[in-house]
């Protein structure tokens, strides 16, 4: 399977733990993209990558939200002192800059804080 | 089930119909749109895009209309088949960003 890869899929943790997602891009991609999305809505944008440089990242992405690409090809999303408003489905995307600008989504990680 | 509070719009077609989903942006910088299907538990999955400087681009059993004077952008799928039940969104890029930015979705079910 060549596309987006994140995991896990699913991650049940207490109010006040810290969690950390992963995501492995299409290989040849050098954006990667981390979007947040809550039932019914569209999903929102958190933060990119271009290479190993993180480019732009979303108001919504408070001081508990850290991502990292440190070699340029996966990334992961740490969340600090989880809160309940965090449960959502974390996506993670990835695009070819100078390419055509859709993004390949992964299936997501879907966290439920307690 | 869907929670208190949840109202996303829905559609539901006959199997065999043809669908459209409509949708609305608001950013007249943007110059590119897509539409996304997503089936429950799964990420988005392309469909179609199309640039600024066209109104119509055909796919297979789909096409998508621009409209720039009126900020609308529309998704057809011909031929509705029940594996189209899904949640349909459009996203927009603007000119010089490097995101998409997602619409509302609409949800498609097909009755039998």
């Known amino acids: 399977d060549t596309g987006v890869s994140q995991n896990p899929r699913h991650k049940i943790t207490k109010r006040g733990q810290n969690v950390t997602f992963r995501c492995d891009p299409i290989?040849?991609?050098?954006?990667l993209y981390w979007y947040r999305q809550t039932l019914g809505q569209g999903p929102e944008f958190l933060t990119y990558?271009?290479?190993?440089?993180?480019?732009?990242k979303s108001r919504l992405l408070s001081d508990r939200f850290s991502a990292e690409r440190p070699k340029g090809s996966f990334s992961t999303l740490e969340i600090q002192r989880t809160e309940q408003g965090d449960s959502a489905m974390y996506l993670c995307?990835?695009?070819?800059?100078?390419?055509?600008?859709?993004?390949?989504f992964g299936s997501g990680t879907q966290l439920s804080v307690l | 089930g869907e929670s208190v509070g949840l109202h996303l719009p829905t559609l539901s077609v006959q199997e065999g119909d043809n669908s459209i989903i409509n949708c609305a942006y608001s950013?007249?910088?943007?110059?590119?749109f897509i539409w996304y299907k997503q089936e429950s538990g799964k990420g988005p999955q392309f469909i179609i895009d199309?640039?600024?400087?066209?109104d119509k681009r055909q796919g297979q059993r789909v096409t998508v209309l621009l409209n720039k004077t009126v900020k609308h952008l529309s998704l057809q799928i011909a031929a509705t088949q029940p594996g189209d039940s899904a949640v349909y969104f459009c996203?927009?890029?603007?000119?010089?960003?490097?995101?998409?930015?997602f619409g509302q979705g609409t949800r498609l079910t097909i009755n039998p």
């Open positions: 995307a990835s695009s070819l800059a100078g390419g055509d600008e859709k993004l390949f």
């Open positions: 290989s040849e991609h050098n954006r």
């Open positions: 990558f271009q290479n190993e440089a993180q480019l732009e």
């Open positions: 950013n007249s910088a943007s110059d590119y």
């Open positions: 199309i640039r600024s400087n066209m």
């Open positions: 996203a927009e890029n603007a000119q010089g960003a490097q995101k998409l930015v």
